[in-house]
């Protein structure tokens, strides 16, 4: 019985070292849910937890959509080492375009949006080629571009906000998909809910599967039910949430399946490996014979074709295009790529956690206005979360893995080799200081000594430090 | 060590935030355009507050500012709902469609202050405004009455300078303008247009009542030669070419008339004329907003340089934000929303209610007195009114 309840109470001290240990070795992916769990905790005590409601939680995904998706393409030219500036305007007049083309010519929803897909194509082509081919600096190329389409933007409004009519416009930004409500709840969301678990869980035992196959080492068990528990509770949350209000919105909607798509093209193809290298390292990836030129125009264009479903998501959502419509969109969204973890250097960011970076900061306009704080405040604290992330990205930026279970195991193991170690040290310590003080003539074979013994210590301290727990299967505790 | 105190910077960040919140549930809620503008943030946004707070238990409320861009305007309206607002007052940065949809989707009643909310297919259901008819008219009438007394006939013509607003603000420059010409267009007769060939004896007589599409298409067209864009650059080009067509000749004995649309246009106007080589003996001018020039001019400071600007029509803000208090509490109340109101004609489907404006004169200080400088509207120690004796209105 007694050994019983110590086993008990050994695997869950085993299970939090390991959990410790996760977090401690991608603390640089966790930051942002940190701070993203922080500011909702925030503002769910300053909100009385309206926050958290289920109006609010689907006010909040409908706000992040135009930004989030302007974040993911964002985050694909910041990991190729560039920039760009005049995605807002572009967005805002691609807008504008589509609404002018419907509503002043009467130009079929499709032949409009087609028509301006064109346009943003041949656009990204432009300062693709710009910036990989004359190599004009992509600051200056796309602060170039904001200028122009601003000026198209007032051009094509001319200067007058103008309403959209069209239905399409209406499902887009204010509309939700169809919904079968049972006491309160629908059904159809609920549903959706449920096979988002059915494709988590599945998907993520065939992965292990494959990867033992494969013969690709697993993340340990504990980590990987653990974080499984955490995305059906995140799923089961938000599917509920969305069901007990209007269901799943059009934005949402749309914002999903970009993410998904990125998400697939960022981490399973080709191209998505092309665009990480040429950021890593552009000399390597030329010389490994990927075309530098090709892929920064590709991921020009693809930031031009979200700035058009932002665009079209913007107008949307508020039922007209204005020359009002543009300012601060890139910079939202270059926040967010960088709160969600993407680098500067180059190389390195998700798109998920660009989402979840566009999400931090909706969640401080939308958790301040609810809170009725000072709007002056807002730009303040954003502007502090921004810094404080990328101070928190340099400063994670060469943690290493480490393993709490196997210190433990090495802790016991080496005991013997570390207290006489740490002896032989403090011997050698006391002689050296000995020595320097009485002025004798060994004092070099001291240091001599003295830095062995350190250098030994060090060395099984290094040793513990980067234990494993699967070196030590074969040990009972 | 470290992680303590970040623990502990973090706790008092949190905690420090919470203290700042405010978490009530609301029942009314005030989105505004931008805390950076004088006119929202010190005037409707202090009014408010002061109304609302007066209004007490029952009439919880919080008034949110926009920040100058329209999706902050609709997170501010959904915020709003979400704490559990019943009625939303909102002066709306661009259209106001996104707002519309989200108040009326949550079955919230939604009131325009000051500007329309509307989208294509939906619209605010209260509107409170000022009658820019109405000013129109005043100003119209101070020309009209003023020139009556200066004894201007058919046969001894004065002097009038026609400038209009910006014919693209519709409704609110056409408003001003139809208001005015109502009532100067009978006695054109007695005036010599001197800034433009006459297209407005022509012009058809109309009134706030009958109104409609042709009025609005023969007034906007007339208005056309005489826009100044709103902008005082514009009105003082348009006022120099006046005077470099009257040239030398010689005006010491006349008065003249000018319709400006607003204050900051009026000003730019006289101010091209005092440059005349023989100017104008006096002036009888019309404008709107009581800008501090205009209203040293009303206390009879010849502001150096600036002429003379006899009228301005004050549209007290005070009273418009009560106006839409007064709806809000109406509707909390269960009673129809524009009762003890006065109401206007619907303007874009929505139920309309007309705040009082007031008419200022240079003949009246005593009353521009009691208006603006008792009632704490402005401050006489303002540099602008160095030169006014205060003492007979205190």
Avoid at chain 1, 20 to 37: C, E, F, K, Q, V
Wanted: glycine share 8%; with cysteine.
């Amino acid at each position: 019985m007694k050994n019983f309840l110590k086993k008990v109470l050994w695997l869950i001290y085993k299970y939090l070292l390991t959990l410790i240990s996760m977090l401690r070795t991608n603390i640089r992916d966790y930051g942002m849910y940190i701070a993203l769990i922080v500011i909702f905790i925030t503002f769910s005590i300053m909100t009385n937890w309206i926050f958290l409601s289920p109006i609010n939680f689907t006010n909040l995904f409908n706000q992040t959509a135009y930004v989030s998706v302007l974040a993911v393409g964002m985050t694909l030219v910041i990991v190729t080492r560039q920039i760009d500036l005049s995605v807002g305007y572009i967005g805002a007049f691609l807008g504008a375009f589509v609404v002018v083309a419907v509503e002043n010519q009467s130009i079929p929803v499709f032949f409009a949006i087609a028509g301006a897909l064109i346009i943003t194509i041949l656009v990204g082509l432009v300062k693709g080629l710009f910036v990989a081919k004359i190599k004009v600096p992509a600051f200056v190329v796309t602060l170039a571009g904001m200028f122009i389409f601003k000026g198209f933007l007032m051009l094509q409004t001319n200067n007058r906000t103008i309403p959209t009519t069209n239905p399409f416009f209406r499902s887009v930004g204010i509309g939700y998909l169809p919904t079968i409500q049972v006491g309160g709840v629908d059904v159809i969301t609920l549903g959706i809910g449920v096979i988002l678990l059915l494709a988590l869980l599945i998907g993520g035992i065939l992965g292990r599967k494959k990867h033992t196959k494969l013969g690709i080492p697993n993340e340990k068990l504990e980590l990987f039910i653990t974080k499984l528990i955490i995305m059906l509770a995140v799923v089961s949350y938000l599917s509920w949430t969305f069901a007990s209000h209007r269901g799943i919105s059009y934005l949402l909607l749309i914002t999903v399946v970009v993410v998904v798509i990125y998400h697939f093209i960022t981490t399973k193809t080709t191209l998505g490996r092309r665009i990480y290298a040429v950021g890593g390292n552009p000399d390597a990836a030329e010389l490994s014979g990927i075309s530098v030129e090709k892929t920064l125009v590709i991921v020009f264009i693809s930031m031009g074709i979200l700035a058009l479903i932002s665009g079209v998501m913007y107008v949307s959502r508020l039922q007209n295009t204005s020359p009002n419509h543009g300012p601060f969109w890139e910079l939202y969204a270059i926040a967010a790529a960088f709160i969600g973890g993407t680098s500067a250097a180059g190389g390195v960011g998700k798109i998920v956690n660009a989402v979840i970076g566009s999400i931090v900061i909706m969640s401080l306009k939308n958790g301040m206005a609810l809170a009725g704080v000072d709007a002056n405040i807002e730009p303040i604290i954003l502007g502090g979360v921004l810094l404080l992330a990328v101070v928190f990205d340099i400063f994670t930026r060469n943690v290493k893995s480490i393993d709490y279970v196997g210190i433990y195991f090495a802790k016991k193991v080496y005991s013997n080799d570390l207290k006489i170690a740490i002896s032989e040290f403090n011997i050698a310590r006391d002689e050296l200081k000995k020595a320097k003080k009485e002025n004798q003539t060994n004092i070099i074979e001291r240091e001599y000594k003295f830095t062995n013994a350190q250098g030994t210590l060090n060395k099984i301290k290094d040793k513990i430090r980067n234990s494993r727990e699967d070196e030590f299967k074969d040990i009972k505790i | 060590m470290k992680k303590i105190v970040s623990l502990v910077l973090l706790a008092l960040l949190v905690v420090g935030l919470s203290a700042c919140g405010d978490s009530k549930k609301i029942k009314i809620g005030v989105v505004l355009p931008d805390a950076s503008e004088e006119r929202w943030a010190n005037q409707d946004g202090a009014f408010f507050l002061a109304e609302l707070t007066a209004l007490g238990e029952g009439y919880e409320f919080e008034i949110l500012f926009s920040e100058g861009d329209e999706s902050k305007e609709v997170q501010n309206v959904e915020a709003l709902i979400a704490k559990g607002a019943e009625v939303i007052i909102l002066t709306a940065e661009g259209s106001g469609a996104g707002a519309v949809q989200a108040a009326h989707q949550a079955d919230v009643i939604l009131i325009a202050h000051d500007r329309m909310a509307k989208s294509a297919t939906d619209h605010a259901d209260y509107y409170t405004t000022f009658n820019s008819w109405n000013v129109g008219k005043a100003m119209g009438l101070h020309l009209k009455t003023e020139a009556q007394n200066e004894g201007c006939t058919v046969d001894s013509k004065c002097d009038l300078a026609i400038f209009a607003g910006r014919v693209a603000d519709w409704p609110n420059a056409t408003y001003f303008f139809g208001g005015a010409m109502e009532e100067l267009q009978p006695v054109l007769n007695i005036f010599n247009i001197i800034n433009v060939s006459d297209t407005f004896s022509g012009l058809g007589f109309y009134t706030e009542a009958t109104f409609n599409d042709a009025a609005k298409n023969a007034l906007q067209a007339a208005m056309l030669p005489v826009d100044t864009d709103w902008n005082s650059e514009t009105a003082a080009t348009k006022a120099q070419a006046v005077v470099a067509q009257l040239g030398d000749a010689d005006k010491s004995d006349q008065p003249l008339f000018v319709l400006a649309p607003n204050d900051d246009t009026s000003t730019a106007i006289r101010q091209e004329f005092a440059e005349m080589t023989h100017p104008y003996e006096s002036y009888y001018t019309t404008g709107q907003d009581a800008a501090n020039i205009t209203l040293a001019s009303l206390m009879g400071d010849p502001v150096k340089g600036k002429g003379v600007q006899t009228m301005t029509v004050f549209k007290d803000v005070r009273k418009l934000v009560a106006d839409s208090v007064k709806i809000a509490k109406n509707i909390i109340d269960d009673k129809p929303g524009l009762t003890g109101l006065t109401s206007g004609p619907s303007i874009d489907g929505a139920q309309t209610a007309y705040s009082p404006i007031d008419t200022l004169t240079i003949d009246n200080k005593q009353n521009t007195y009691d208006i603006i400088f008792a009632t704490g509207y402005k401050s006489k120690n303002d540099d602008t009114f160095s030169n006014i004796n205060w003492t007979p209105y205190e």
